[in-house]
């Protein structure tokens, strides 16, 4: 008998909620210590799901390295990474050319262990490969096909992350960066959070990271993308695009076609299967540079007003950078105070989160998922 929709849909949604689940806790399995960079990490999770390639902007010693290997180990399956130079050869990442094959007449790639054969891949200084190597590479991102010699590979990869000082000037590197759909920028920790990076810096250097999800969580939540019903948000998404060109911040057909595919993808990590303006966000992230990124907070402000995610909360806040998208973490920040006011800076914590919920939430218009625990950590306090 042929299952019904209704039953496939119910079917979909228990496995997509079990992988959310699994992927949550691989988030912070990978970020536990590291300051400000959940943001990175939240984007590596949706580009993976999206299989769209992410960039990675800033300056040398930002953690950038540190946060990719540290969500791949999380995640397990077969992770490459590798620093290019301007005499990085070809054989470096792709691997050598196979003697045994050769000596037979086949010009074949021995590919074992090398970017071919990658589930998650990390390219640092990623344009300073030389035109033989982006040549190749543009081949892996786009078709995840590894072509050289006699060799035809189909490549694995879910998600490619790319990594640089900066954007390119040239044209033709341009272009090449223009294939990651997410870009994101990166600044050093700031002077109030010194202490933390310090405290935080101490306990990654001493602690492995475990495997809490594995990739087919993430295949399982790229299956149910398509299905995602875009109708509802596409007429916003449409408005949101003419809002940037007014104000000069233009993205090509194509990127404005595929920001559609991360906009379903954060559908599914929430655990829905019809996407509304709370999806909207992920279009920041397509805009390629920074300003341009600063210039669509502002302009978008109204139409992402309504962001706000269960899982990928970091990145959400700093996409819209409004009061509703910090609702879910300052729930649960609340949750797991309540659950531990013994402890010895039980106070200090709430009164931190009590004058961060004031200054986001005037009382009267303080959301439901708030008002009891604000009231339940004013008692706490009071009691302590």
């Not at 010194?194 to 306990?203: F, I, T, V, Y």
């Not at 920074?290 to 007003?305: C, K, P, T």
């Not at 996409?319 to 300052?330: G, K």
């Amino acid at each position: 008998m042929q299952e019904s929709t209704a039953s496939l849909k119910e079917r979909i949604r228990e496995a997509t909620q079990e992988a959310s689940s699994r992927i949550r806790d691989a988030i912070r399995e990978a970020t536990t210590g590291l300051i400000d960079r959940d943001q990175l990490a939240e984007l590596m999770i949706l580009g993976a799901v999206a299989q769209e390639h992410l960039l990675v902007v800033g300056p040398p010693g930002t953690a950038k390295s540190a946060v990719v290997r540290r969500v791949a180990q999380s995640l397990g399956g077969q992770y490459f990474e590798y620093l290019l130079g301007r005499f990085t050869e070809p054989s470096e990442l792709f691997g050598p050319v196979n003697l045994t094959k050769l000596r037979e007449g086949s010009v074949e790639t021995d590919i074992a262990g090398m970017l071919p054969e990658a589930e998650i891949a990390f390219l640092d200084e990623v344009f300073l490969g030389s035109t033989a190597i982006l040549n190749t590479l543009l081949g892996v991102l786009n078709e995840r096909q590894f072509k050289r010699g006699h060799t035809r590979v189909k490549c694995p990869l879910r998600i490619c992350v790319g990594a640089a000082n900066g954007l390119p000037e040239d044209e033709g590197l341009a272009a090449f960066a223009d294939r990651f759909l997410l870009h994101v920028f990166v600044e050093p920790v700031p002077d109030p959070r010194l202490e933390d990076l310090l405290e935080g810096g101490w306990q990654v250097n001493h602690r492995p990271v475990a495997a809490r999800a594995d990739l087919s969580s993430l295949d399982i939540l790229n299956r149910a993308v398509p299905l995602v019903n875009m109708a509802e948000v596409r007429g916003d998404l449409a408005q949101a695009i003419r809002q940037l060109r007014q104000a000069n911040v233009l993205l090509s057909d194509r990127r404005i076609v595929k920001a559609q595919q991360l906009i379903a993808a954060a559908t599914v990590l929430a655990g829905r299967q019809v996407a509304s303006r709370a999806d909207l966000w992920p279009l920041v992230y397509v805009i390629p540079t920074a300003a341009g990124q600063r210039n669509a907070r502002e302009v978008l402000r109204d139409l992402l007003a309504q962001a706000r995610h269960p899982l990928l909360q970091a990145v959400v806040e700093e996409a819209v950078q409004q009061p509703l998208a910090r609702i879910t973490r300052l729930a649960e920040t609340a949750d797991s105070l309540l659950t531990n006011t013994e402890s010895e800076d039980f106070q200090k914590s709430a009164e931190a989160l009590l004058r961060e919920i004031d200054a986001n939430f005037v009382k009267a218009e303080l959301p439901a998922e708030l008002e009891e625990r604000r009231t339940q950590l004013i008692a706490a306090l009071e009691t302590d």
